[in-house]
């Protein structure tokens, strides 16, 4: 009976933690695009990869990088065209051009839908 319940006692602490990762921020593994290509055809693993390093080397500077789901669709938008200056200054190189702050918001989008 002991054993019976430490196990049923380990299999809820790993789904829970499972479930715990999974709400911020989806893993890569763990991240279905089909939602962000439904809205961005020809969005590719490697687009997400990319957006995602970029978005981590320079999004977390001065501030925590904020978690994908933590601010709307719209909200990014907003604020991403806003911070990207300040990132490029921070990083005292066009860290992010055009297409990096496209792949920002689209990994931003995939990561959170
Ligand atoms: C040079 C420092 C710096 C860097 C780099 C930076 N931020 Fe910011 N960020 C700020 C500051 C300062 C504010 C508050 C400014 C304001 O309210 O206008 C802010 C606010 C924000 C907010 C609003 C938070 C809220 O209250 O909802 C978001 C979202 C955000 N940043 C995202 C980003 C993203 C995405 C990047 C990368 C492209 C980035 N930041 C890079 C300094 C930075």
Redesign the pocket.
């Known amino acids: 009976m002991t054993t019976r319940y430490l196990f049923t006692t380990a299999i809820t602490i790993a789904v829970v933690s499972l479930l715990a990762a999974c709400g911020s921020a989806k893993s890569t593994s763990a991240i279905n695009l089909t939602a962000a290509q439904a809205k961005y055809p020809g969005y590719s693993m490697a687009d997400f990869t990319t957006g995602q390093a ?2 981590a080397a ?6 925590p ?2 978690a994908p789901n ?2 709307t669709e719209a ?2 938008a907003k ?2 065209p ?3 200056p ?2 490029n ?3 005292g190189t066009v860290a ?1 051009d055009e297409s990096g ?1 496209e792949l ?1 918001l689209k990994f ?1 989008y995939a990561a959170s839908h």
């Open positions: 970029l978005y320079n999004c977390g500077r001065c501030h990088a904020f933590s601010h909200q990014w604020w991403v806003k911070m990207v300040m990132a200054k921070e990083a992010i702050q920002i931003l």
